[in-house]
């Protein structure tokens, strides 16, 4: 059997769940497919991406012939994005990729920011995607999210991306989803899609995963505790700077010395990813992913060790 070629009945799950239209919901084989899906349907003039930011928004673009300009965030303002982005939105025929929290730092985009940064869109003609994610993870992600503008038909010019991918541990299904209001923009999305682009065990697992109604519940709660856990483990000598962030993750600058923290770590058999390959980053910043308590605990058992080692 072939899936459901329109993921008919996972889009009327989604959209119950969220309160919006199963019409202004397209699924795709991750957020990832989705990202090129939309540069390939716009073919834009130029993309504008923060950096440090997401790669795959880069490599879409790139794939589609479209030129880039970076927008740099600062590392002194904790690379936090302020209305300064109002001054890159300006041609039309350009799209705009935000998200929020953002990757890798994890800090959130103010509501009020990304409503003027929308109005600016939709004056000049830009299209706006706002990558979702991680969103879910944070507590109260209504005050932030762009669903709100599209359930209220607010900007034509918008797209909000979602996916099971990290929220219900399904990176190896591969399903995400697409969100606009603006009906030939998500007929353009799907016409540059593969057919049949989500297996029957993905949409089956999708429309499954949306009814486990207190895991998301529970994983905010695990989130916030095994964060304050490990911050307060790291600040006691082990990094030099925490910045601000509410996902999964936590984004650190380390000690100068110990710019091989990752290589000297994966020896004593845990992973955690170096973002020194981000554009507008370079050696010494990484993130680590929060995981169970148990896990947390011998990473900084592990950590101790080697910083121990270096410094004895």
């Given at each position: 059997?072939?899936?459901?070629?329109?993921?008919?009945?996972?889009?009327?799950?989604?959209?119950?769940?969220?309160?919006?239209?199963?019409?202004?919901?397209?699924?795709?084989?991750g957020a990832a497919e989705l990202i090129y899906g939309i540069c390939h349907a716009l073919r834009p003039k130029r993309g504008i991406v923060l950096a440090p930011g997401f790669a795959e928004y880069e490599a879409a673009l790139r794939s589609a012939d479209a030129?880039?300009?970076?927008?740099?965030?600062?590392?002194?303002?904790?690379?936090?994005?302020?209305?300064?982005?109002?001054?890159?939105?300006?041609?039309?025929?350009?799209?705009?990729?935000?998200?929020?929290?953002?990757?890798?730092?994890?800090?959130?985009?103010?509501?009020?920011?990304?409503?003027?940064?929308?109005?600016?869109?939709?004056?000049?003609?830009?299209?706006?995607?706002?990558?979702?994610?991680?969103?879910?993870?944070?507590?109260?992600?209504?005050?932030?999210?762009?669903?709100?503008?599209?359930?209220?038909?607010?900007?034509?010019?918008?797209?909000?991306?979602?996916?099971?991918?990290?929220?219900?541990?399904?990176?190896?299904?591969?399903?995400?989803?697409?969100?606009?209001?603006?009906?030939?923009?998500?007929?353009?999305?799907?016409?540059?899609?593969?057919?049949?682009?989500?297996?029957?065990?993905?949409?089956?697992?999708?429309?499954?995963?949306?009814?486990?109604?207190?895991?998301?519940?529970?994983?905010?709660?695990?989130?916030?505790?095994?964060?304050?856990?490990?911050?307060?483990?790291?600040?006691?000598?082990?990094?030099?700077?925490?910045?601000?962030?509410?996902?999964?993750?936590?984004?650190?600058?380390?000690?100068?010395?110990?710019?091989?923290?990752?290589?000297?770590?994966?020896?004593?058999?845990?992973?955690?990813?170096?973002?020194?390959?981000?554009?507008?980053?370079?050696?010494?910043?990484f993130r680590i992913g929060i995981r169970t308590h148990e896990e947390n605990r011998e990473l900084i058992r592990r950590w101790r060790k080697i910083i121990w080692q270096r410094?004895?």
């Amino acid at each position: 059997h072939y899936p459901d070629v329109s993921a008919g009945e996972l889009r009327e799950a989604i959209g119950e769940k969220l309160g919006i239209g199963a019409e202004q919901i397209l699924a795709g084989n991750g957020a990832a497919e989705l990202i090129y899906g939309i540069c390939h349907a716009l073919r834009p003039k130029r993309g504008i991406v923060l950096a440090p930011g997401f790669a795959e928004y880069e490599a879409a673009l790139r794939s589609a012939d479209a030129g880039i300009r970076y927008w740099n965030l600062r590392e002194e303002e904790d690379f936090r994005v302020d209305e300064g982005i109002l001054s890159a939105i300006e041609n039309e025929g350009d799209i705009l990729f935000l998200c929020n929290p953002g990757n890798p730092v994890g800090n959130l985009i103010e509501p009020q920011l990304l409503y003027d940064i929308a109005g600016k869109c939709e004056e000049t003609g830009t299209i706006l995607c706002v990558d979702e994610c991680f969103l879910p993870f944070v507590p109260g992600e209504e005050k932030y999210s762009m669903l709100s503008c599209i359930k209220q038909n607010s900007f034509e010019n918008l797209i909000v991306l979602r996916a099971f991918t990290k929220t219900h541990a399904m990176a190896g299904l591969r399903l995400g989803f697409a969100v606009t209001q603006n009906a030939g923009l998500l007929m353009g999305i799907r016409e540059s899609l593969q057919p049949w682009n989500t297996s029957i065990p993905a949409q089956l697992a999708g429309i499954q995963a949306l009814k486990e109604e207190g895991y998301l519940i529970h994983t905010r709660t695990v989130l916030e505790t095994e964060r304050e856990y490990l911050i307060r483990e790291m600040e006691d000598g082990l990094v030099e700077k925490i910045y601000p962030g509410t996902a999964n993750y936590i984004f650190f600058k380390c000690y100068k010395e110990d710019e091989d923290l990752q290589e000297r770590l994966l020896q004593e058999r845990i992973l955690i990813r170096s973002c020194g390959n981000y554009r507008n980053l370079g050696p010494g910043f990484f993130r680590i992913g929060i995981r169970t308590h148990e896990e947390n605990r011998e990473l900084i058992r592990r950590w101790r060790k080697i910083i121990w080692q270096r410094r004895s």
